[in-house]
């Protein structure tokens, strides 16, 4: 097989996998406007965006996390375990801050295997490390120590719940969803959405916070 049609390949699966996810993320959120409660005083709105149960000022809160991203990645290069390829992310810091070290994702998709990672960050950048994705793909053991170890649970109606098992120390993470492929082949595109914890970030706007009387706001 040629470069050429491996490229060719690689291109008409990355076109694939992103409309599967626009549409099929779309369409979601449209018909599933569907609310989910997650705590007795939390319950999630719909399903626009992914969302994340927090502590800010010792009051429990639901964020939404807003800027889901793809990045793909050419085939051929993954087979040069010398060669270092990161995916860049502009600024050290994400928009979408969290204050908790266990937060809880919640993802309205079921086409996706996610995966929590710690970003590196460098010359007003943040970056994504590509052998850590290679590892993913392959469904070999997550060693690199960016990896965060968590669970994932399946909520009913699409819905998805990532947690950690353990504290997450403050920094800048990244969701990584990795599409779910016929078995044999993998995905040229990640799909991730960035965040960060720090303790002492600013609140989002349009965070959810659980009323003095036990209800969300």
Same mark, same amino acid.
């Given at each position: 097989?040629?470069?050429?049609?491996?490229? %060719?390949?690689?291109?008409?699966?990355?076109?694939?996998?992103?409309? &599967? @996810?626009? !549409?099929? @993320?779309?369409?979601?959120? &449209?018909?599933?406007?569907?609310?989910?409660?997650?705590?007795?005083?939390?319950?999630?709105? /719909?399903?626009?965006?992914?969302?994340?149960?927090?502590? @800010?000022?010792?009051?429990?809160?639901?964020?939404?996390?807003?800027?889901?991203?793809?990045?793909?990645?050419?085939?051929?290069k993954y087979?040069?375990?010398?060669?270092?390829?990161?995916?860049?992310?502009?600024?050290?810091? +994400?928009?979408?801050? !969290?204050h908790f070290?266990?937060?809880?994702? =919640?993802?309205?998709?079921? !086409? =996706?295997? @996610?995966?929590? +990672?710690?970003?590196?960050?460098?010359?007003?950048? %943040?970056?994504?490390?590509?052998?850590?994705?290679?590892?993913? %793909?392959?469904?070999?053991?997550?060693?690199?120590?960016?990896?965060?170890?968590?669970?994932?649970?399946?909520?009913?109606?699409?819905?998805? %719940?990532?947690?950690?098992?353990?504290?997450?120390?403050?920094?800048? =993470?990244?969701?990584?969803?990795?599409?779910?492929?016929?078995?044999?082949? =993998?995905?040229?595109?990640?799909?991730?959405?960035?965040?960060?914890?720090?303790? /002492?970030?600013?609140?989002?706007?349009?965070?959810?916070?659980?009323?003095?009387?036990?209800?969300g706001n």
């Amino acid at each position: 097989m040629t470069k050429t049609l491996v490229e %060719r390949q690689s291109i008409s699966l990355t076109i694939f996998v992103c409309l &599967v @996810f626009l !549409l099929g @993320f779309g369409s979601r959120t &449209v018909a599933a406007q569907s609310e989910l409660q997650v705590e007795p005083a939390l319950k999630i709105p /719909n399903a626009e965006t992914p969302w994340a149960v927090d502590i @800010f000022e010792n009051q429990r809160q639901l964020v939404p996390l807003h800027n889901f991203n793809h990045s793909t990645l050419p085939v051929d290069k993954y087979t040069d375990a010398n060669t270092k390829h990161t995916t860049e992310l502009d600024g050290l810091n +994400s928009r979408n801050q !969290l204050h908790f070290d266990r937060p809880v994702l =919640y993802v309205n998709h079921g !086409l =996706y295997d @996610f995966f929590i +990672s710690r970003v590196g960050q460098k010359s007003e950048k %943040r970056f994504i490390d590509q052998p850590a994705l290679t590892q993913l %793909r392959e469904s070999a053991e997550r060693t690199a120590e960016s990896f965060v170890e968590t669970k994932t649970t399946a909520m009913g109606d699409g819905w998805m %719940r990532i947690e950690p098992i353990a504290s997450m120390p403050e920094g800048e =993470y990244v969701l990584l969803a990795i599409p779910k492929v016929k078995k044999g082949t =993998y995905s040229t595109v990640v799909v991730w959405l960035d965040f960060g914890i720090h303790a /002492n970030a600013p609140n989002a706007k349009d965070a959810i916070q659980v009323t003095s009387q036990g209800k969300g706001n």
